[in-house]
């Protein structure tokens, strides 16, 4: 019953203060000076991508097709890239997830098989080849890439061919 009767008060705010347009107090500077914050240092982010041009990308939705369940598993939305390389000219597919920009395709051109279009829709091509997205080894993998337009479904193939993937 003791505990019952010890109901905290929230934190009653001073008249001097006063509260933004949305209620809340207004943010503070901390300073690592004082010893009320603390510092971080300005680091610079390297994505792989660096030494890489982009050659043609566009927002796409990627799948994997799992055998055991015989289904296909989305494996995320975001910008797909063929990327060529300034040193030796070869050409890989790159995916990045939205928000996370965590890769969830990464395929070698030279490592996959032709394009496919997809049996149901006029905008996905399917392709098979080693994926070297998982931080793991490479697993062979069957991707399947939707587009929002027939269009831009279009000009996939056409990059993925003029990049030095294999014709169908």
């Known amino acids: 019953m003791a505990a019952a009767e010890e109901t905290k008060k929230p934190e009653e705010v001073p008249e001097t203060q006063e509260k933004e347009e ?35 990308s566009s927002k796409s939705r990627a799948y994997r097709f799992d055998e055991g369940e015989n289904e296909w598993k989305e494996r995320g939305v975001g910008e797909v890239k063929f990327l060529k390389s300034k040193k030796d000219g070869k050409c890989r597919i790159l995916m990045r997830r939205d928000q996370i920009l965590k890769v969830c395709v990464a395929m070698n051109l030279s490592e996959v098989g032709p394009l496919k ?12 080849g080693m994926d070297y997205s998982d ?16 269009e831009i479904a ?9 990049c030095g993937g294999p014709e169908s």
Not at 32 to 45: I, N
Not at 138 to 145: G, P, Y
Not at 155 to 160: A, L, P
């Open 154 to 162: 279009k000009t996939f193939k056409e990059k993925f061919v003029e």
């Open 117 to 128: 279009s997809h049996a149901s829709s006029d905008k996905a091509w399917v392709l098979a």
């Open 22 to 56: 949305n209620g809340l107090m207004p943010a503070e500077e901390l300073d690592a000076e004082d010893g009320t914050g603390s510092k971080f240092a300005l680091v610079e982010a390297k994505t792989g991508e660096e030494d890489e041009e982009t050659v043609w």
């Open 135 to 150: 931080d793991e080894d490479s697993t062979r993998e069957t991707i399947c890439f939707r587009f929002g337009s027939v």
